[in-house]
Protein backbone atom coordinates (compact mmCIF):
# COMPACT_ATOMS: atom_id res chain seq x y z
CA UNK A 1 0.00 0.00 0.00
CA UNK A 2 1.06 3.63 -1.04
CA UNK A 3 1.70 5.85 1.50
CA UNK A 4 -1.34 7.46 3.12
CA UNK A 5 -1.96 11.73 3.03
CA UNK A 6 -3.52 13.27 6.35
CA UNK A 7 -7.00 13.69 5.38
CA UNK A 8 -6.78 17.11 7.71
CA UNK A 9 -6.67 21.23 7.15
CA UNK A 10 -3.43 22.54 7.82
CA UNK A 11 -4.75 24.02 11.07
CA UNK A 12 -6.34 21.03 12.24
CA UNK A 13 -3.11 18.47 12.92
CA UNK A 14 -0.49 18.47 14.75
CA UNK A 15 2.56 18.01 12.18
CA UNK A 16 4.31 14.83 13.80
CA UNK A 17 8.09 14.30 14.08
CA UNK A 18 9.53 11.27 15.85
CA UNK A 19 6.85 9.46 17.56
CA UNK A 20 8.44 9.27 20.87
CA UNK A 21 8.49 13.08 21.19
CA UNK A 22 4.57 13.19 20.31
CA UNK A 23 3.98 10.74 23.49
CA UNK A 24 5.75 13.10 25.42
CA UNK A 25 4.19 15.99 24.26
CA UNK A 26 0.91 15.09 23.72
CA UNK A 27 -1.27 14.40 26.12
CA UNK A 28 -5.38 13.57 25.08
CA UNK A 29 -7.89 11.91 27.33
CA UNK A 30 -10.63 9.34 26.31
CA UNK A 31 -14.11 9.73 26.08
CA UNK A 32 -16.40 7.01 27.19
CA UNK A 33 -18.27 4.84 24.60
CA UNK A 34 -21.63 6.55 23.93
CA UNK A 35 -24.59 4.99 25.30
CA UNK A 36 -24.33 1.95 22.98
CA UNK A 37 -27.57 1.42 23.11
CA UNK A 38 -29.71 -1.08 21.19
CA UNK A 39 -29.67 0.92 18.29
CA UNK A 40 -25.97 2.23 17.74
CA UNK A 41 -23.39 1.56 16.04
CA UNK A 42 -19.34 1.13 16.53
CA UNK A 43 -18.82 1.97 19.58
CA UNK A 44 -18.85 -0.68 22.00
CA UNK A 45 -15.64 -1.98 22.64
CA UNK A 46 -18.14 -5.19 22.86
CA UNK A 47 -17.87 -4.97 19.11
CA UNK A 48 -21.23 -6.30 17.09
CA UNK A 49 -23.47 -9.00 16.41
CA UNK A 50 -22.17 -12.71 16.39
CA UNK A 51 -25.40 -15.29 17.39
CA UNK A 52 -27.53 -15.21 14.12
CA UNK A 53 -30.89 -16.19 14.31
CA UNK A 54 -29.96 -17.92 11.15
CA UNK A 55 -27.77 -20.38 12.82
CA UNK A 56 -26.94 -22.60 9.56
CA UNK A 57 -26.32 -19.16 7.70
CA UNK A 58 -24.32 -17.45 9.84
CA UNK A 59 -20.61 -18.19 10.15
CA UNK A 60 -20.57 -16.18 13.53
CA UNK A 61 -22.99 -18.25 15.63
CA UNK A 62 -20.14 -19.61 18.06
CA UNK A 63 -19.77 -17.93 21.17
CA UNK A 64 -16.89 -18.30 23.16
CA UNK A 65 -16.68 -17.94 26.36
CA UNK A 66 -15.09 -14.97 28.17
CA UNK A 67 -11.45 -15.29 29.00
CA UNK A 68 -11.88 -12.97 31.96
CA UNK A 69 -14.73 -12.06 34.28
CA UNK A 70 -14.23 -8.52 33.05
CA UNK A 71 -15.21 -9.47 30.10
CA UNK A 72 -17.89 -11.59 30.75
CA UNK A 73 -19.14 -8.39 32.83
CA UNK A 74 -19.19 -6.48 29.58
CA UNK A 75 -20.69 -8.64 27.41
CA UNK A 76 -23.46 -8.88 29.66
CA UNK A 77 -23.64 -5.42 30.02
CA UNK A 78 -24.15 -4.71 26.40
CA UNK A 79 -26.05 -7.84 26.17
CA UNK A 80 -28.76 -6.11 28.68
CA UNK A 81 -28.44 -2.93 27.29
CA UNK A 82 -31.54 -1.22 25.71
CA UNK A 83 -31.42 2.23 26.02
CA UNK A 84 -33.66 4.00 23.97
CA UNK A 85 -31.20 6.66 22.62
CA UNK A 86 -29.69 4.53 20.56
CA UNK A 87 -32.60 2.67 19.19
CA UNK A 88 -34.83 5.79 18.26
CA UNK A 89 -31.99 7.15 16.89
CA UNK A 90 -31.26 4.65 14.69
CA UNK A 91 -34.84 4.16 13.72
CA UNK A 92 -34.45 7.41 11.40
CA UNK A 93 -32.48 5.22 8.51
CA UNK A 94 -31.73 2.26 9.37
CA UNK A 95 -28.06 3.22 10.67
CA UNK A 96 -27.63 1.92 14.51
CA UNK A 97 -24.48 3.80 16.46
CA UNK A 98 -23.09 3.34 19.51
CA UNK A 99 -21.51 6.45 19.34
CA UNK A 100 -21.60 10.33 19.64
CA UNK A 101 -22.01 13.35 17.38
CA UNK A 102 -20.27 16.33 15.95
CA UNK A 103 -20.86 19.14 14.38
CA UNK A 104 -23.18 22.44 14.96
CA UNK A 105 -26.68 22.24 15.47
CA UNK A 106 -29.04 22.51 12.10
CA UNK A 107 -31.92 24.43 14.44
CA UNK A 108 -33.73 25.67 11.81
CA UNK A 109 -34.49 21.93 10.82
CA UNK A 110 -35.48 21.65 14.19
CA UNK A 111 -38.43 24.34 14.37
CA UNK A 112 -40.74 25.45 16.92
CA UNK A 113 -39.91 23.53 20.47
CA UNK A 114 -43.82 23.72 20.72
CA UNK A 115 -44.35 22.22 17.53
CA UNK A 116 -45.87 18.55 17.93
CA UNK A 117 -43.12 17.18 15.78
CA UNK A 118 -40.69 19.08 17.38
CA UNK A 119 -39.16 16.16 19.25
CA UNK A 120 -39.06 13.57 15.66
CA UNK A 121 -37.07 16.28 14.33
CA UNK A 122 -34.79 16.24 17.44
CA UNK A 123 -33.73 12.99 17.36
CA UNK A 124 -33.63 12.92 13.92
CA UNK A 125 -31.07 16.31 14.42
CA UNK A 126 -29.11 13.65 17.17
CA UNK A 127 -28.65 11.14 14.46
CA UNK A 128 -27.34 12.99 11.73
CA UNK A 129 -24.74 14.41 14.12
CA UNK A 130 -23.45 10.97 15.12
CA UNK A 131 -23.28 9.61 11.54
CA UNK A 132 -21.26 12.99 10.80
CA UNK A 133 -18.91 11.60 13.69
CA UNK A 134 -19.02 8.47 11.75
CA UNK A 135 -18.41 9.64 8.91
CA UNK A 136 -15.12 11.74 10.04
CA UNK A 137 -13.90 8.32 11.10
CA UNK A 138 -14.47 6.99 7.36
CA UNK A 139 -12.46 9.90 6.38
CA UNK A 140 -9.13 9.64 7.73
CA UNK A 141 -9.13 5.48 6.62
CA UNK A 142 -7.72 6.79 3.32
CA UNK A 143 -7.71 5.32 -0.10
CA UNK A 144 -9.80 2.09 0.34
CA UNK A 145 -10.00 -0.23 -2.74
CA UNK A 146 -12.57 -2.52 -3.42
CA UNK A 147 -11.07 -5.71 -2.55
CA UNK A 148 -9.65 -4.65 0.52
CA UNK A 149 -10.72 -5.44 4.17
CA UNK A 150 -11.58 -3.42 7.31
CA UNK A 151 -12.07 -4.33 10.83
CA UNK A 152 -14.34 -2.37 12.87
CA UNK A 153 -12.80 -3.36 16.59
CA UNK A 154 -16.10 -2.91 18.84
CA UNK A 155 -18.63 -2.75 16.17
CA UNK A 156 -22.03 -2.26 18.24
CA UNK A 157 -24.82 -2.67 16.29
CA UNK A 158 -22.91 -2.32 12.89
CA UNK A 159 -23.79 1.22 11.76
CA UNK A 160 -20.36 2.29 10.45
CA UNK A 161 -19.62 -1.22 9.27
CA UNK A 162 -22.54 -0.41 6.68
CA UNK A 163 -21.31 3.24 6.10
CA UNK A 164 -17.89 2.27 5.06
CA UNK A 165 -18.73 -0.62 2.54
CA UNK A 166 -21.53 1.67 1.04
CA UNK A 167 -18.58 4.30 0.82
CA UNK A 168 -15.94 1.48 -0.59
CA UNK A 169 -17.65 -1.44 -1.50
CA UNK A 170 -15.05 -3.66 0.75
CA UNK A 171 -15.27 -6.16 2.89
CA UNK A 172 -15.71 -4.97 6.46
CA UNK A 173 -15.38 -7.39 9.69
CA UNK A 174 -16.23 -6.50 12.88
CA UNK A 175 -15.91 -7.88 15.99
CA UNK A 176 -17.97 -7.49 19.53
CA UNK A 177 -17.78 -8.85 23.00
CA UNK A 178 -21.83 -8.92 23.25
CA UNK A 179 -23.89 -11.82 21.00
CA UNK A 180 -27.20 -9.58 20.98
CA UNK A 181 -25.11 -6.98 19.11
CA UNK A 182 -23.65 -9.34 16.75
CA UNK A 183 -27.03 -10.84 15.84
CA UNK A 184 -28.65 -7.56 15.35
CA UNK A 185 -25.66 -6.32 13.44
CA UNK A 186 -25.88 -9.31 10.67
CA UNK A 187 -29.45 -9.12 10.93
CA UNK A 188 -29.48 -5.69 9.57
CA UNK A 189 -26.64 -6.70 6.80
CA UNK A 190 -29.24 -9.47 5.96
CA UNK A 191 -31.62 -7.28 5.47
CA UNK A 192 -29.87 -4.95 3.38
CA UNK A 193 -28.50 -7.68 1.12
CA UNK A 194 -25.05 -7.36 2.09
CA UNK A 195 -24.53 -10.11 4.43
CA UNK A 196 -21.35 -11.21 2.10
CA UNK A 197 -19.24 -8.31 2.43
CA UNK A 198 -20.58 -6.88 5.98
CA UNK A 199 -20.33 -9.32 9.30
CA UNK A 200 -20.00 -9.07 12.79
CA UNK A 201 -19.12 -11.97 15.11
CA UNK A 202 -18.60 -12.60 19.09
CA UNK A 203 -14.85 -12.38 20.01
CA UNK A 204 -12.25 -10.63 22.15
CA UNK A 205 -10.60 -7.53 19.83
CA UNK A 206 -7.50 -8.21 21.57
CA UNK A 207 -7.15 -11.69 19.69
CA UNK A 208 -9.39 -11.57 16.71
CA UNK A 209 -9.37 -14.52 14.18
CA UNK A 210 -7.98 -12.38 11.22
CA UNK A 211 -5.17 -13.18 9.19
CA UNK A 212 -1.59 -11.10 10.01
CA UNK A 213 -1.56 -8.35 7.81
CA UNK A 214 -5.14 -9.19 6.45
CA UNK A 215 -6.24 -5.22 6.77
CA UNK A 216 -6.36 -2.20 4.96
CA UNK A 217 -7.77 -0.16 7.55
CA UNK A 218 -9.12 -0.28 10.87
CA UNK A 219 -10.13 1.27 13.86
CA UNK A 220 -12.21 1.79 17.41
CA UNK A 221 -14.88 4.17 17.44
CA UNK A 222 -14.86 4.70 21.36
CA UNK A 223 -14.59 1.30 21.93
CA UNK A 224 -10.92 1.21 23.30
CA UNK A 225 -12.02 2.26 26.89
CA UNK A 226 -12.50 -1.28 28.04
CA UNK A 227 -9.31 -3.13 27.07
CA UNK A 228 -5.87 -2.09 27.65
CA UNK A 229 -4.22 -0.30 24.94
CA UNK A 230 -0.79 -1.81 24.60
CA UNK A 231 -2.65 -5.34 23.86
CA UNK A 232 -5.08 -3.78 21.91
CA UNK A 233 -2.49 -1.74 19.71
CA UNK A 234 -0.52 -4.84 19.43
CA UNK A 235 -3.48 -6.93 17.76
CA UNK A 236 -4.27 -4.02 15.52
CA UNK A 237 -0.75 -3.82 13.93
CA UNK A 238 -0.17 -7.39 13.66
CA UNK A 239 -3.54 -7.34 11.66
CA UNK A 240 -3.02 -4.23 9.50
CA UNK A 241 -0.90 -4.46 6.52
CA UNK A 242 1.96 -2.36 6.70
CA UNK A 243 1.12 0.94 5.59
CA UNK A 244 -2.20 0.16 6.65
CA UNK A 245 -4.42 2.73 8.35
CA UNK A 246 -4.94 2.73 12.14
CA UNK A 247 -8.22 5.31 13.17
CA UNK A 248 -9.52 5.89 16.95
CA UNK A 249 -12.18 8.84 17.92
CA UNK A 250 -12.66 8.16 21.18
CA UNK A 251 -12.54 10.02 24.80
CA UNK A 252 -9.73 10.48 27.27
CA UNK A 253 -8.58 12.23 30.30
CA UNK A 254 -6.66 15.21 30.47
CA UNK A 255 -2.94 14.69 31.62
CA UNK A 256 -2.88 17.92 31.87
CA UNK A 257 -5.69 18.37 34.61
CA UNK A 258 -3.65 16.30 36.79
CA UNK A 259 -5.70 13.48 37.36
CA UNK A 260 -9.54 12.06 36.22
CA UNK A 261 -11.97 13.79 37.36
CA UNK A 262 -15.00 13.32 39.18
CA UNK A 263 -17.29 13.59 36.05
CA UNK A 264 -14.62 11.11 34.02
CA UNK A 265 -15.21 8.93 37.32
CA UNK A 266 -18.73 8.94 36.92
CA UNK A 267 -18.90 7.99 33.23
CA UNK A 268 -16.12 5.31 34.08
CA UNK A 269 -18.79 4.06 36.53
CA UNK A 270 -22.08 4.47 34.02
CA UNK A 271 -20.46 2.17 31.07
CA UNK A 272 -18.79 -0.19 33.43
CA UNK A 273 -15.35 0.94 31.55
CA UNK A 274 -11.66 2.48 32.15
CA UNK A 275 -11.21 5.00 29.59
CA UNK A 276 -7.82 6.53 29.38
CA UNK A 277 -5.42 9.28 29.64
CA UNK A 278 -4.56 10.62 26.07
CA UNK A 279 -0.71 10.53 26.89
CA UNK A 280 -1.53 6.52 27.16
CA UNK A 281 -2.83 6.33 23.42
CA UNK A 282 0.11 7.59 21.55
CA UNK A 283 2.86 5.50 24.32
CA UNK A 284 0.91 2.81 23.18
CA UNK A 285 0.56 3.55 19.76
CA UNK A 286 4.50 4.00 19.98
CA UNK A 287 5.17 1.16 21.12
CA UNK A 288 3.29 -0.86 18.41
CA UNK A 289 4.54 0.32 15.27
CA UNK A 290 1.46 2.66 14.98
CA UNK A 291 2.94 6.05 13.97
CA UNK A 292 0.00 9.20 14.45
CA UNK A 293 -0.40 10.82 11.35
CA UNK A 294 -3.20 12.94 12.32
CA UNK A 295 -4.48 14.28 16.32
CA UNK A 296 -7.02 16.34 16.20
CA UNK A 297 -8.80 17.45 19.22
CA UNK A 298 -13.10 16.73 18.20
CA UNK A 299 -13.79 18.59 22.15
CA UNK A 300 -15.74 21.57 20.67
CA UNK A 301 -17.32 19.92 17.83
CA UNK A 302 -19.16 17.44 20.17
CA UNK A 303 -20.42 20.07 23.20
CA UNK A 304 -23.48 20.82 20.64
CA UNK A 305 -24.30 17.04 20.28
CA UNK A 306 -24.50 16.92 24.25
CA UNK A 307 -26.43 20.07 24.80
CA UNK A 308 -29.04 19.07 22.44
CA UNK A 309 -29.27 15.53 23.71
CA UNK A 310 -29.56 16.87 27.43
CA UNK A 311 -32.83 18.90 26.29
CA UNK A 312 -34.52 15.77 24.45
CA UNK A 313 -36.76 12.91 26.39
CA UNK A 314 -33.93 9.92 25.78
CA UNK A 315 -31.75 11.81 28.25
CA UNK A 316 -29.39 8.87 30.68
CA UNK A 317 -28.40 10.87 33.43
CA UNK A 318 -24.73 10.63 32.43
CA UNK A 319 -25.27 13.90 29.97
CA UNK A 320 -24.34 16.61 32.94
CA UNK A 321 -20.76 14.66 33.22
CA UNK A 322 -19.71 15.05 29.54
CA UNK A 323 -20.97 18.39 29.47
CA UNK A 324 -19.32 19.47 32.50
CA UNK A 325 -15.96 17.70 32.09
CA UNK A 326 -15.44 18.93 28.15
CA UNK A 327 -16.02 22.41 29.64
CA UNK A 328 -13.79 22.44 32.65
CA UNK A 329 -10.73 20.31 30.29
CA UNK A 330 -10.63 17.25 32.24
CA UNK A 331 -11.90 15.50 29.55
CA UNK A 332 -11.64 15.29 25.94
CA UNK A 333 -12.85 13.86 22.61
CA UNK A 334 -10.39 13.05 20.13
CA UNK A 335 -9.58 11.57 16.79
CA UNK A 336 -5.99 9.83 16.40
CA UNK A 337 -5.24 8.51 12.24
CA UNK A 338 -2.15 6.41 12.83
CA UNK A 339 0.26 4.44 9.72
CA UNK A 340 1.24 0.67 10.50
CA UNK A 341 5.22 1.01 9.88
Not at 139 to 160: E, M
Not at 203 to 222: K, Y
Not at 288 to 299: G, H, K
Not at 304 to 322: H, K, N
Amino acid sequence: MGRRQPLLAPDQHLSLQPARLLVRRMDLPVTSTEELATGASAGTATGTTGASADASADASVFIPAPATPYQGDIARYWDGEARPVNLRLGDVDGLYHHHYGIGEVDHSALGDAEDSTYEKKLIAELHRLESAQAELLLDHLGPIGRDDTLVDAGCGRGGSMVMAHQRFGCRVEGVTLSAKQADFANRRARDLGIEDHVRARVCNMLGTPFETGQAAASWNNESSMYVDLHDLFAEHSRVLAVGGRYVTITGCWNPRYGQPSKWVSQINAHFECNIHSRREYLRAMADNRLVPQAVIDLTPATLPYWELRATSSLVTGIEDAFINSYKDGSFQYVLIAADRV
